[in-house]
């Protein structure tokens, strides 16, 4: 599929000013030249163009709010000049799979004042005796080349969970919107346990009263029974009082 058509579907309706991240990997550019990104891209911050076939990034349009740009597996032998220029936010960059062989090469990123990591995996230039001090002597901004510091740490996982976050604040927002879920759910779960409590109060005051109704109607019915006895045995005494008077 061309480059051109394969942006066109993947702006789903969208105005070009309102897409914050574009892949068109596996596409393919009718000459070698970046097709179809224009600078009405101008919220873009991420674009993936891997294995295009891109000879060059000099048609790249100005981006600047691009801060992650990946264009591997493609033919790029030189040509970065552009990229300071137009994409002056760029934090990360990788052009693994191209064809760079030298380190001069590279100098252009020079001007890429935020850039902190470079991934130049497959790249001829990685077969050269001291490639890796000599990329961060000539980066001096770069931190991480090709995942590694320069005393060989691996790049934190939090720092590719950055390059794809939402804007600064977001994840603050769901902090605190999480803090009050757990305040609402503790609250939630002190009130069920006191209603249960009272429940139980109140199952217990009914069950104290069942018993003492119970009682009463005992001490009711022996009271009957009392009041029955009396009456028969007075009922007795008046008929012997009755035979007596004979």
Avoid: W
Avoid at 109 to 121: A, F
Avoid at 196 to 219: F, L, M, P, R, T
């Amino acid at each position: 599929m061309e480059m051109k058509k394969r942006i066109s579907l993947e702006l789903r309706n969208r105005s070009p000013a309102e897409v914050r991240e574009l892949v068109v990997d596996s596409c393919r550019s009718a000459d070698g030249e970046v097709e179809g990104v224009t600078e009405e891209f101008s919220a873009l911050e991420v674009l993936s163009m891997v294995n295009v076939g891109l000879g060059s990034l000099a048609k790249l349009p100005a981006l600047p709010k691009l801060r992650k740009l990946e264009v591997s597996d493609n033919s790029i032998s030189g040509g970065l000049d552009a990229l300071a220029e137009k994409c002056p936010n760029l934090s990360y960059l990788n052009l693994s799979g191209n064809h760079i062989k030298e380190l001069s090469s590279l100098q252009p990123l020079q001007n890429l004042k935020n850039l902190k990591s470079l991934d130049l995996y497959s790249c001829g230039v990685t077969a050269a005796d001291g490639y890796r001090d000599a990329v961060f002597r000539l980066l001096p901004q770069v931190v991480y080349l090709d995942g590694f510091d320069p005393d060989d740490n691996e790049v934190p996982e939090s720092n590719d969970e950055d390059d794809e976050a939402g804007p600064p604040g977001d994840e603050d927002e769901d902090e605190d919107e999480d803090e009050d879920e757990e305040d609402g759910s503790e609250v939630g779960l002190s009130y069920l346990m006191k209603e249960g409590i009272q429940d139980e109060e109140d199952d217990g005051d009914y069950v104290e009263e069942e018993e003492d109704d119970e009682e009463e109607e005992e001490d009711g019915e022996d009271d009957d029974a009392l009041a029955q006895g009396e009456k028969r045995k007075r009922d007795a005494d008046d008929e012997g009082d009755d035979d007596d008077d004979e």
